[in-house]
């Protein structure tokens, strides 16, 4: 197998602290790998700079000048973490046979691009990079994660355990991804979807080289519900259950209200309000949960997400 050209595509927001340490390591990095053949010369480095406030951008210019192995992608806006990375691997997906997502602020082990390229050669169109301890987070984004995990694992949706947006995408794997039509995008629950074959490299999770995480605590939280309401209908489910639930107790308080009129120790009125409140409670949060069921179909048709994923066709 010829030595594939690797594309390392990474999305940059205010990031003018940490990009030049991070491009030095790169070029180390690449240096190496096309020394030893592992990847060829033509392979490039992709500076996707996210609409940063900062002087982001005049470092990755400076940078693309100096080294052609640099390119840069100028986002108009601040479109998201997500989105940043979306652009740079429908931008480099034509000119490459493998690319590799990867922070800025090299938290994540570079060294381990040397297994994603192994498993790769193996035959592996997706490789995950699966941090193997948290000790360098904070015990709260320790916590908050693992819990995250763990509540989309019950709601159905198909994740790779500790492993955050660093990974090996073959040629093929990101033309199937960029075939997904969807606008919330939650990269992490997408690509297991594609079903090719894949592996889990492991790696010990740093800190940021330089400069402050870009993930406030208020767009993790938004990062949390853009996984969930992105691929789980089951919050509807929820709220279907809750009406049946209601509605049974409606007929329990039923029993008891009219045990309670004939007996006749209640007010007047008090019975037919009650049974309102319980029975009408019910039926609406039922209803609520049906035209929610609705909603989600709809939501998930407007996805337009591919119907198969080919893999191969020997004619
Ligand atoms: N990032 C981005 N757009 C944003 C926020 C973040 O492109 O709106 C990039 C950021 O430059 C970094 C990566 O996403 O390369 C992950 O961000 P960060 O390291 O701050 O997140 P953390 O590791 O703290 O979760
Ligand atoms: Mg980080």
Same mark, same amino acid.
């Given at each position: 197998?010829?030595?594939?050209?690797?594309?390392?595509?990474?999305?940059?927001? %205010?990031?003018?602290?940490?990009?030049?340490?991070?491009?030095?390591?790169?070029?180390?990095?690449?240096?190496?790998?096309?020394?030893?053949?592992?990847?060829?010369?033509?392979?490039?480095?992709?500076?996707?700079?996210?609409?940063?406030?900062? !002087?982001?951008?005049?470092? *990755?210019?400076?940078? %693309?000048?100096?080294?052609?192995?640099? &390119?840069? *992608?100028?986002?108009?806006? %601040?479109? @998201?973490?997500?989105?940043?990375?979306?652009?740079?691997?429908?931008?480099?997906?034509?000119?490459?046979?493998?690319?590799?997502?990867?922070?800025?602020?090299?938290?994540?082990?570079?060294?381990?691009?040397?297994?994603?390229?192994?498993?790769?050669?193996?035959?592996?169109?997706?490789?995950?990079?699966?941090?193997?301890?948290?000790?360098?987070?904070?015990?709260? !984004?320790?916590?908050?994660? &693992?819990?995250?995990?763990?509540?989309?694992?019950?709601?159905?949706?198909?994740?790779?355990?500790?492993?955050?947006?660093?990974?090996?995408?073959?040629?093929?794997?990101?033309?199937?991804? /960029? &075939?997904?039509?969807?606008?919330?995008?939650?990269?992490?629950?997408?690509?297991?979807?594609?079903?090719?074959?894949?592996?889990?490299?492991?790696?010990?999770?740093?800190?940021?080289?330089? @400069?402050?995480?870009?993930?406030?605590?208020? !767009?993790?939280? +938004?990062?949390?519900?853009? +996984?969930?309401?992105?691929?789980?209908?089951?919050?509807?489910?929820?709220?279907?259950?809750?009406?049946?639930?209601?509605?049974?107790?409606?007929?329990?308080?039923?029993?008891?209200?009219?045990?309670?009129?004939?007996? @006749?120790?209640?007010?007047? +009125?008090?019975?037919?309000?009650?049974?309102?409140?319980?029975?009408?409670? @019910?039926? &609406?949060?039922?209803?609520?949960?049906?035209?929610?069921?609705?909603?989600?179909?709809?939501?998930?048709?407007?996805?337009?997400?591919? !119907?198969?994923? /080919?893999?191969?066709?020997?004619?």
């Amino acid at each position: 197998m010829e030595a594939p050209v690797l594309y390392i595509v990474i999305p940059c927001y %205010n990031e003018e602290e940490a990009l030049p340490i991070t491009a030095k390591r790169l070029v180390e990095l690449t240096d190496d790998m096309i020394a030893r053949a592992l990847i060829a010369p033509e392979s490039r480095i992709a500076l996707v700079d996210d609409g940063s406030r900062d !002087k982001t951008w005049e470092v *990755i210019c400076a940078l %693309n000048r100096e080294d052609k192995r640099f &390119q840069g *992608i100028k986002l108009a806006h %601040n479109a @998201g973490h997500m989105n940043a990375l979306w652009a740079g691997m429908s931008m480099v997906c034509e000119h490459c046979d493998a690319l590799v997502t990867i922070d800025a602020d090299l938290q994540d082990d570079v060294n381990a691009i040397y297994g994603f390229l192994e498993k790769y050669r193996e035959g592996c169109d997706v490789v995950y990079g699966v941090r193997n301890d948290r000790s360098k987070d904070t015990a709260f !984004k320790r916590a908050t994660a &693992q819990g995250f995990y763990k509540m989309m694992h019950r709601l159905g949706v198909e994740m790779v355990y500790n492993h955050a947006d660093y990974r090996l995408l073959s040629r093929r794997a990101v033309e199937a991804l /960029l &075939q997904f039509g969807e606008v919330n995008m939650f990269l992490r629950g997408m690509v297991p979807l594609l079903g090719f074959k894949s592996a889990q490299v492991f790696y010990e999770r740093g800190e940021r080289v330089a @400069g402050e995480s870009k993930y406030p605590l208020k !767009k993790m939280l +938004g990062f949390a519900v853009e +996984g969930i309401t992105s691929f789980s209908n089951k919050p509807i489910r929820f709220v279907t259950l809750l009406g049946l639930i209601c509605a049974l107790l409606g007929v329990a308080m039923l029993i008891y209200v009219l045990v309670s009129l004939f007996a @006749g120790n209640s007010v007047a +009125g008090w019975a037919s309000m009650m049974m309102s409140i319980w029975l009408l409670g @019910g039926m &609406q949060l039922i209803a609520l949960g049906l035209i929610g069921e609705y909603v989600g179909k709809i939501y998930m048709e407007t996805k337009r997400r591919p !119907k198969f994923i /080919l893999e191969e066709y020997r004619k």
